[in-house]
């Protein structure tokens, strides 16, 4: 999960983290075998501590830092042979790759961002694509509605 980039920003506050968490789960509950893995920059990480418990924390400094710290999991932890399948709470085009790379190694790929947040490649290489759209982490006035699309 990349919050930043579902938060649309670097600067998050508890409650926008707290709103995406529970958007996460209520999309896609978690079952007892699934790793949950946040990325984020190093500016977050004292939040993402605090709110995302019984989760592996990644971080990394710099420019698309919690994309970089995702990506190290992703291509150097043999996931595919790990789990079933991947919930990729992200919508940078830097994942495309290794989407695609482990859904060829069998792995269910399901990718959800927030909309006009979301690469079209990252989306056309998921098996399933859910769209976020407006968010009230984003738009704290509007009621949070989500589109489900399925890859070509």
Not at 19 to 26: H, V, W
Not at 99 to 128: C, F, K, P, W, Y
Request: glycine content about 8%; aromatic content about 6%; hydrophobic content about 45%.
């Amino acid at each position: 999960m990349d919050i930043e980039n579902l938060k649309g920003a670097g600067a998050m506050s508890d409650a926008d983290s707290h709103l995406i968490r529970k958007t996460l789960f209520e999309l896609f509950p978690r079952r007892p075998e699934d790793l949950v893995v946040v990325g984020s920059g190093c500016n977050q990480s004292l939040l993402a501590s605090r709110i995302w418990t019984g989760a592996r924390l990644v971080f990394r400094k710099g420019h698309n830092g919690a994309d970089l710290a995702l990506l190290d999991v992703l291509k150097n932890e043999n996931v595919a042979q790990r789990f079933d399948r991947l919930v990729l709470a992200s919508g940078d085009g830097i994942f495309t790759g290794i989407v695609r790379r482990l859904a060829n190694e069998g792995m269910s790929i399901h990718q959800v961002g927030v909309t006009d947040h979301v690469s079209r490649a990252l989306s056309e290489a998921a098996d399933e694509s859910v769209r976020i759209i407006s968010p009230s982490w984003i738009y704290p006035h509007a009621s949070r509605t989500i589109e489900l699309t399925q890859a070509a």
